[in-house]
């Protein structure tokens, strides 16, 4: 297994002392925040939730799940979808846009409705209308 933080004898950080390690940035950050006028870290923040804004930002920025998934080591899209799908943008009106927009031509003026009401795919192409019933 590859690690990205180890001790200094190679083995794996643990959570404790990488948490005490993590309280001591998140203090030297804020004052350099505070220096200069800007917002700090609000207290109480971990190493979890940067992972979350983190995916939080490639999300807004347009990343697809396969590349949020791999970024945050997911073993598969669908963990990274469980936790993180509310955060992508709903699709009905990009989805009802491409439909309208590949069908365009063949939409026009079949299901538009005329002031009655009615489509203009009640008529039979003969133009006559008996036969046709209200339900269909």
């Known amino acids: 297994m590859r690690l990205i933080f180890t001790t200094d004898s190679g083995e794996s950080v643990q959570r404790s002392p990488w948490a005490r ?8 950050a804020n004052e350099i925040l505070a ?12 190493l979890h939730d940067l992972r979350h804004t983190y995916a939080s930002l490639l999300i807004r920025h347009g990343e697809s799940v396969k590349v949020v998934q791999k970024r945050l080591g997911h ?5 990274t979808l ?7 943008p709903d699709s009905a009106s990009t ?16 299901s538009q409705g005329t002031p009655h009401g009615e489509t203009q795919g009640d008529a039979r192409p003969d133009g006559a209308t008996e036969g046709l019933s209200d339900a269909a």
């Open 75 to 79: 073993s598969s899209a669908a963990v």
């Open 21 to 28: 390690a993590w309280r001591k940035i998140v203090k030297g």
């Open 95 to 110: 989805t009802r846009l491409a439909v309208e927009q590949g069908l365009g031509s063949i939409l026009q003026g079949t």
């Open 35 to 46: 220096k200069n006028g800007k917002e700090e870290i609000p207290a109480g923040t971990t």
């Open 82 to 88: 469980d936790t993180y799908s509310h955060l992508w």
